[in-house]
């Protein structure tokens, strides 16, 4: 059998809120309270859920950045946050914000990136510039500040900053949130052509529907911090029996389409 | 071996190419940092020469000089965390598979470059404002006693950079209280002895306090043979005691800004404080 990619179980965490004058106390509603499935090696898995519904949490306990209150998380066989150090070689992530250096250029970013992976600049340079070119940006661009860049030219980059690491699995945090419709399907066309040529691991989370039944061969809706409902697109339909994804996502979660369609970034954190 | 050695170096020059490009980037505000940081000294050296007191403004030239080394050293590692929180770059650099220990050695070396260079920046501004001198000056004497002051300042700067961990905006103000404390009871510019009797006995608990007078015995302060032309340095035997102390400091502070930063670090991913904003 198998041993899957990412394996999550019973996983458990809720924040700490102070109060003014008070103690700290824990908060009433758990972030994530109980969450499990697998993703399997070479699967891509889309984590669909309304804003505070616990995706950022999870993808930020997979990490390794964030510790679980309880149950068991273990990529690739490796239990965290034991083996955190050993996970950090295997993961790379992709954020809704790219995160970089914006007075620096994108060459200088990745090589920065490389290095503190401990690889050789020889070696990874020639992999983000390949992922860089197949997501369709020109050579010139390499040594251009990241602020005089567009949010989708960074989007990219910072997908050449993960992959450049090789890492068999990969997180994405709602990667195309704000891309323009052109961006957002280079960088579909890329996830997909990664998966087939690869074999990546992909958990993805998006607020995209047609996204994630493009992409993800299973889906999981998170809602309230609970996996109320996970398969393939074709199955959540029939299990809502709705025409759209759209449509089984409501009804399947609760929640309102306004929750949905508007991502801010102060509402990600839950 | 020779692999995980390899692999070592190159994260920590990753902290060294970073800061160098980040520098390169914002020059125009190093150029700022260092006019502020030149005019400030020359306008401190320049009461000693208003007074025609050499005594004077070699004690405050070499104040001056050598507050700018250790201050700088521990600023920029105690606003590192800090300085990637504004950035947007926190999560990336702590997720990534770099010790901890070789993560803050990379940025205290290249703090480390960087104080120098300021301080030498400094220095030779001065010389254009007073008449002093290195001739006579035991300046092995004063590497010596800066490198191993630097260690017990990494060590406080490591400490503090957890600070902004725990709170990321009082965390950053904080450290600057910190800093000004050190300058206050350290006698960067004046003897500790003028100090109010009560907050004497902290300026013993502070690593500048004894590199300070060592590094001025180092340079003649204080000796009658010293003259504007010639500085009678003393011999590094001369300061083996405050050596000795600020070594022992060095081979305290660093282990336990260590653990302090890893207690810290932990306690971040338990309640989620590890990310890009406050």
Redesign the interface.
Known sequence: MTCPAIQVRDLRKRFHKRRRGSKTTASAEWALGGVSFDVAPGETYGLLGPNGSGKSTLIRILSTLLFADGGDVRVLGHRLPEEQTRVRQLIGRVSVDAAFYKKLSARENLLYTALLYGLKPSVAEPRAMDVLERLGMEERTFTIPLEEMSRGMQQKISIARALMINPPVLLLDEPTTGLDPRSRREVQTFLEDLRRRDGTTILLTTHDMAEAERLCARIGFLAHGRLVAEGTAEVLKRQADAATLDDAFIKLTGARVSDVDTPTTSAKES | MEATL???L??T??FM??GY??TR??ISWVIVFNFYALTGSAAVALIGVAAHDHQLTLTLVVGALLWNFLSILYNEIAMSVAYERW?????????????RLVHLAGVSLFALCNSILNTATVLLGLMLFTDITLAGANLGGVVAVLLASSLAFVGLGVMAAALPVLSPERGAEATHIFQGSLLLVSGVYYPVEVLPAWLRPISALSPATYTLAACRRLFGVGDPATTPQRLAGAPLASVLPELGILIVMGAALLPMGLWVFGRVE?WA????R????G
Not at chain 2, 87 to 99: K, S
Not at chain 2, 269 to 272: L, N, R, W
Not at chain 2, 274 to 277: D, G, M, W
């Open positions: 390899d692999r070592t190159r994260q020059w990753a190419f970073r490009h980040l980037r914002y950035e947007g770059t926190l999560e990336y650099t702590f997720m990534a598979p770099v010790p932990r991913k338990q309640t989620g590890l990310k890009r904003t």
